[in-house]
């Protein structure tokens, strides 16, 4: 089955083309970073502008790489939830008007279920690599989401946990601007932080109370933003590596202590099969620390590349086939997209 997937929910626009939920036979994304380093920040009017002006062109690449015509598609799937809610819009609205016109089923997609299928596409079992099925856990990390999600089947989801304020993602993003880091922060902090001294200082860690696996990351993003305006106020001087450095650490801690208490739990965690998903599981120390303590625990540990990491159609397309294989409901000229929504919810 050739499902044709959209994504727009944030500020790249994605096109893919998938067969049976694994094969990946295009993979298109135009992305807007140039455009919004100009302001340190995605500026949504703007976003959804450049998802207008490039999604029309880029289906077309698509189906050239992948050597297809229109006719040749069995479905389009399409991200509706959670993102930006003009960007959002831009994609669900080509999406149904194309789905219209083929007269072909139109699937939508959760952006955090898609995430989780990026995997399904990575570890297909055609080289050697074991192939991902349901049931595991997962680690999600995109944007306002860092969750720990038990995948039960391929539409199956419950929540483990979930971060009650700013996720890893934001909290990123924030203290890379204050020390004036270019848009987009996340991977330039990844890279700074290898030049500093990671003991510099201690950040404060929080707990959330009767919620063991619950991220809170707010905290430690206003320490972190209290020390540097202490700092300039002071006129003192500050090396930027070793804030960095030290403020990485405090997340990476954070996250792995979470996982590690799941690691712990027989409950909880059966499977032995834990997969990383989203944006942010492209950071490097986050990822060797992870793969450090799935050793420790014997933990078969399933990472994407880093193609996949960030906002792609491939995952969206990969999980479109999932939704509509197991019978969920398609949707209609009627679709709607939603700024948010629980991956529970849907």
Known sequence: ????????SCDETAVAIVRDGREILANKISSQIEIHALYGGVVPEIASRAHTEAISSLTNEALEEA???????DAIAVTNCPGLIGALLVGVNFAKSLAYKLGIPLIPVHHIRGHIAANYCYFDGNDGRELLVPPFTSLVMSGGHTSLIGVNGYTDFEIL??????????AFDKVARLLSLPYPGGAKMDKLAYEGDKNYITFPQAQVKDSPFDFSFSGLKTAAINYIHKLEQNK???NKADIAASYTDAVVKAITKRVELLFEDNEKFKTKKFVLAGGVSANSHIRRAIA?????????????????????????ASQGYYEYTVGNKTAGTNLNAYATMGIDEV
């Open 292 to 316: 450090e303590l799935a050793d420790k625990y014997g933990v078969k540990l399933y990472v994407p590349p880093l193609s996949l990491c960030g906002d792609n159609a491939v995952m969206i």
């Open 236 to 238: 003192a001087e500050y």
């Open 67 to 73: 050597g297809l015509s229109l006719s040749d598609i």
């Open 161 to 170: 946990g979930a971060t009650r304020d700013d996720a890893a993602g934001e």
């Open 1 to 8: 089955m050739l499902i044709l997937g959209f994504e727009s």
